[in-house]
């Protein structure tokens, strides 16, 4: 069973960001099946670090079309995005020294914070990009 089932109250309205999220949404999915089955520490730690890389790059996307339309939160967009792969890189350095391993805990983290994040500052960001012409 998944952990988060994308629905439409998660688009904000911008193609390109909605296959992004629903990348993110289907990469966190994975990292808890793999948790939740006991896969190996080889396969889960691919898994997180697909994610955390596609993260950063999911950001950077988003910031670098906030800066080519203007957008009025790019500054605090770009702060809640460093806090997360800061977040995210300190669960993987854990992870990977063999001190924490992933639990249910971390997992409904990264669930509530990318669910918060969309459904809240990504949003703005949706009727920002619309009202310039991007859908």
Do not use: R
């Amino acid at each position: 069973m998944a952990l988060i089932t994308w629905n439409d109250s998660y688009s904000v309205k911008v193609k390109q960001m909605d296959e992004q999220h629903k990348k993110l949404v289907e990469m966190i999915n994975q990292l808890h099946d793999a948790m939740k089955v006991g896969q190996g520490k080889q396969v889960v730690g691919d898994v997180l670090n697909a994610l955390v890389s596609y993260t950063k790059t999911h950001f950077a996307n988003e910031e670098s079309l906030m800066k080519t339309y203007g957008y009025p939160g790019y500054e605090d967009q770009k702060k809640a995005h460093a806090n997360l792969v800061g977040q995210v890189g300190d669960i993987q350095k854990k992870f990977l020294d063999g001190n924490a391993p992933l639990s249910q805990d971390v997992m409904t983290f990264l669930k509530e914070w990318l669910v918060k994040h969309i459904q809240g500052a990504d949003q703005k960001y949706g009727l920002y990009f619309n009202s310039k012409g991007v859908c």
